[in-house]
């Protein structure tokens, strides 16, 4: 039982370049989660998705795209990468009651 | 719209002595509250959480926090922390029902260091 995996662990960017960033979850959850983490500034909700199926804006989705691709993964897209995206990304998963989410060890981006 | 504030950005303490992370929140509904725990260049890890009944809510590790609703603070406590403690600690709150699919809403982050 692997709970959320996320790929790559690292990656470095040129701006404008594209990636996409993948996750997956085993715990049959219905709702997945992307987040950035960057200093003093806690956790801020990218996109989620409630079900499969569905997408939804979080607090700051300007320059990403997702995609909940089956009731397992959720990957979040950056089609051109600029320095300001430099930051760590967590994945979440979360269960019918929502009551707690379960993070992914994360991807830490640099785009220089 | 909701808010979490963390009232210290870092608190240093000694080993074996007691600490306390302070969280207040803003809401105009009722509300679930999470402390979450990151240690270094890992994901988050669940501590506690507060949905309804006892406002005492005990955790793994040793960790506790309250719930004061008149005062809207969910502080975390410890009494005897050790050096493995040292982590960065976020609180998080989420509406009690409604539409709102689990989102999160995190505080800025508490980092706790523990020295010798």
């Known amino acids: 039982n692997a709970g959320v995996t996320q790929t790559p662990k690292f990656q470095v960017l040129k701006t404008g370049q594209s990636m996409t960033l993948q996750c997956a979850q085993d715990m049959n959850h219905n709702s997945m989660y992307w987040y950035r983490q960057d200093p003093g500034m806690g956790l801020r909700l990218i996109y989620y998705s409630a079900s499969e199926g569905t997408t939804d804006k979080g607090e700051v989705p300007n320059g990403y795209n997702v995609s909940r691709l089956n009731k397992r993964e959720f990957s979040l897209r950056l089609e051109s990468a600029a320095p300001s995206q430099t930051s760590v990304y967590f994945c979440?998963?979360?269960?019918?009651?929502?009551?707690?989410?379960?993070f992914g060890p994360g991807t830490r981006l640099t785009v220089t | 719209a909701q808010s979490v504030t963390q009232l210290d950005s870092q608190v240093p303490v000694f080993e074996e002595a007691p600490v306390e992370l302070r969280c207040n929140y803003s809401s105009s509904v009722s509300v679930y509250l999470f402390w979450y725990v990151q240690y270094p260049n890992q994901g988050l890890q669940l501590l506690l959480k507060y949905l309804s009944g006892s406002t005492l809510v005990k955790g793994i590790n040793g960790f506790e926090a309250e719930f004061n609703k008149s005062q809207t603070s969910f502080h975390l406590r410890k009494p005897s922390v050790h050096i493995s403690d040292t982590a960065e600690y976020f609180c998080a709150v989420r509406n009690a029902g409604g539409t709102s699919y689990g989102k999160l809403t995190f505080g800025q982050g508490t980092i706790l260091t523990v020295h010798p």
């Open positions: 979440a998963s979360s269960g019918v009651a929502g009551y707690e989410q379960y």
